[in-house]
């Protein structure tokens, strides 16, 4: 399993970040990963030092999981933590 973590901010204006990502996560090994939020990726990228197609791009990342993979994106928050940690578990035992 490849655990991926913070993934869709800045890093994603880089193509050969983004080329060996998609890589990954269209190969045979299970990915279990952490999405930058959209808010903070859209108030990092407002900086003006930040090419502002970091949000493009990490729309389109959360794109291609839900529309190739169908992933599940859980939104993380304390109050729904235990429900959080089942679907997480739950993947964990169809991958093991």
Do not use: W
């Amino acid at each position: 399993m490849i655990l991926l973590d913070e993934i869709g901010g800045v890093e994603m204006l880089m193509p050969e970040f983004r080329a060996q990502l998609y890589e990954v996560l269209e190969g045979e090994i299970p990915c279990l990963g952490v999405l930058k939020l959209e808010t903070s990726n859209r108030n990092m990228c407002s900086n003006a030092n930040i090419n502002h197609e970091c949000v493009d791009y990490h729309l389109q990342l959360r794109e291609f999981l839900v529309n190739q993979y169908e992933a599940d994106l859980v939104r993380f928050e304390r109050k729904y933590a235990a429900d959080t940690e089942k679907t997480i578990g739950d993947f964990l035992e169809r991958i093991f």
